[in-house]
């Protein structure tokens, strides 16, 4: 039996739609004296091979150049700025203690570390492990649940990459690749997170999709799995 959720759940969306499942001769040998000229332009050749030297030269100072540009979006992304408080909508931990449904707001901080993040979660007492969610700038979430060894997140946009460090941090931990800042928004990471507490991947990714701000579809998905009352009470941002 799930922690999260011990009630029956009705799904997300309904309405779901599944898909129906003879040759030519070979030219004459070249004349003896055209090879012989072949020979005799050895100066000239000499001349070409400089010029190669020269062309493998810029070939190397623009693969380096180029090896600098990719060097230079690198520290751009790690050079994102922290989100501040102001910016960070909550950071909510739910658990179950010994039959208790328990959620705690968690250091607002910890929206911007994601491998600091995991390590709290872990140090609480949940008898199967717990759920990290954090909103950023009303904009986007991330959920973590963190079950002993196994670590599963999910990114509500990972276009947000771009922008904000606990996005890029979980492409990171994930081996994506963050999208170009000009494409649709796309969610990414583990979709069956909350699938034991009734939530599918379907209905994950759907949440994902709503247009409305992702602190409230937070609280939507912790009343989904039966932590609706807590989750409100540790979310300064929702009550």
């Given at each position: 039996?799930?922690p999260?959720?011990?009630?029956?759940?009705?799904?997300?969306?309904?309405?779901?739609?599944?898909?129906?499942?003879?040759?030519d001769?070979?030219?004459?040998?070249?004349?003896?004296?055209?090879?012989?000229?072949?020979?005799?332009?050895?100066?000239?050749?000499?001349?070409?091979?400089?010029?190669?030297?020269?062309?493998?030269?810029?070939?190397?100072?623009?693969?380096?150049?180029?090896?600098?540009?990719?060097?230079?979006?690198?520290?751009d992304?790690?050079?994102?700025?922290?989100?501040?408080?102001?910016?960070?909508?909550?950071?909510?931990?739910?658990?179950?203690?010994?039959?208790?449904?328990?959620?705690?707001?968690?250091?607002?901080q910890?929206?911007?570390?994601?491998?600091?993040?995991?390590?709290?979660?872990?140090?609480?007492?949940?008898?199967?492990?717990?759920?990290?969610?954090?909103?950023?700038?009303?904009?986007?979430?991330?959920?973590?649940?963190?079950?002993?060894?196994?670590?599963?997140?999910?990114?509500?946009?990972?276009?947000?990459?771009?922008?904000?460090?606990?996005?890029?941090?979980?492409?990171?931990?994930?081996?994506?690749?963050?999208?170009?800042?000009?494409?649709?928004?796309?969610?990414?990471?583990?979709?069956?997170?909350?699938?034991?507490?009734?939530?599918?991947?379907?209905?994950?990714?759907?949440?994902?999709?709503?247009?409305?701000?992702?602190?409230?579809?937070?609280?939507?998905?912790?009343?989904?799995?039966?932590?609706?009352?807590?989750?409100?009470?540790?979310?300064?941002?929702?009550?």
């Amino acid at each position: 039996m799930c922690p999260f959720n011990d009630e029956d759940v009705d799904p997300f969306d309904e309405d779901r739609v599944e898909a129906p499942a003879g040759p030519d001769e070979a030219a004459d040998a070249l004349p003896d004296e055209d090879y012989d000229d072949l020979d005799d332009d050895t100066a000239e050749y000499d001349g070409d091979d400089d010029a190669d030297e020269d062309s493998e030269d810029d070939s190397d100072a623009d693969d380096e150049d180029d090896e600098v540009g990719d060097e230079d979006d690198y520290d751009d992304l790690d050079d994102l700025e922290d989100a501040v408080d102001d910016e960070i909508d909550l950071v909510v931990a739910l658990y179950n203690d010994d039959g208790e449904r328990i959620a705690v707001s968690l250091d607002k901080q910890l929206a911007n570390d994601l491998d600091e993040l995991i390590t709290q979660l872990r140090r609480l007492p949940g008898d199967a492990g717990a759920v990290g969610m954090v909103s950023i700038d009303h904009q986007f979430f991330v959920i973590v649940r963190v079950r002993g060894r196994h670590v599963g997140v999910f990114l509500s946009d990972a276009v947000e990459g771009n922008d904000w460090p606990i996005a890029r941090d979980v492409a990171d931990y994930l081996g994506e690749d963050i999208p170009d800042p000009d494409d649709d928004p796309e969610a990414m990471g583990d979709f069956a997170l909350l699938s034991d507490a009734g939530i599918s991947e379907f209905d994950l990714e759907a949440f994902a999709d709503l247009d409305e701000d992702s602190d409230e579809v937070l609280a939507r998905i912790a009343r989904r799995i039966n932590y609706g009352r807590q989750f409100e009470h540790a979310s300064p941002s929702i009550r």
